[in-house]
């Protein structure tokens, strides 16, 4: 048993409580071993998160006969589209329009749609993907045109700062988030906040919150 699991559930359930909506949780799942996740599997975490297609198809072999939902949340190639929409649930860093034709081309009709969030660079930061927030209505509308693929909503990482900056990017997303949601039926998700920030990103209305170190421990970062 992971005791961390419990107390950050705890933890979530919680915050989520203080704002009246219900908030989901990713384990982030990146450089973890197989046992670590079915563990958590075994606790009741069903949502995983990682950051490397390769990666992740491995895991997702070696874990089929558990029913699990994988989030692919790290920059997404071009040249990993076809894998992406093969072997993924959701998308949370669809950054630029290129990546929706190839992905909704790959994706099997025999499947649900793939779950596709925007990630939004909220900061402007240089060496962080993303799009532009004002380029949100325009990648949102390319999205919401491809029949394999269901928008649900934008995703962000502030940059790292301090708390009241972390909360202003927070309340910044919140807003465009809403702008979203006014216009396009569905959206229902913003992904915000980390192990060290996610009742913050929670009390400013995050509806799911990526967590691994928190959950994990510090990680074995061999890449």
Wanted: charged content about 25%.
């Amino acid at each position: 048993m992971n005791p961390s699991y419990e107390q950050i559930r705890a933890r979530v359930d919680v915050a989520a409580q203080a704002t009246g909506h219900a908030v989901n949780l990713l384990a982030v799942s990146k450089m973890q071993p197989v046992a670590a996740i079915r563990e958590l599997a075994m606790q009741g975490q069903r949502a995983f998160g990682e950051n490397y297609v390769q990666e992740a198809i491995v895991k997702q072999r070696e874990l089929a006969d558990l029913d699990l939902e994988w989030h692919l949340i790290g920059p997404l190639q071009s040249n990993k589209c076809r894998e992406a929409a093969l072997h993924f649930d959701w998308l949370q860093s669809l950054d630029r329009e290129k990546l929706i034709e190839p992905l909704n081309r790959f994706r099997p009709a025999d499947r649900p749609p793939l779950n596709v969030l925007i990630q939004v660079n909220i900061d402007s930061e240089a060496s962080k993907s993303g799009c532009a927030p004002d380029a949100i209505p325009a990648l949102a509308a390319a999205i919401a045109s491809a029949p394999r693929l269901r928008l649900r909503g934008l995703m962000a990482i502030p940059e790292p700062a301090d708390a009241d900056a972390r909360g202003a990017a927070f309340t910044r997303m919140r807003e465009r988030f809403d702008a979203l949601r006014a216009d396009l039926p569905g959206i229902d998700t913003l992904s915000m906040g980390m192990s060290d920030d996610f009742e913050l990103a929670i009390a400013t209305g995050a509806t799911l919150v990526r967590i691994g170190t928190a959950l994990f421990g510090t990680r074995n970062n061999t890449r």
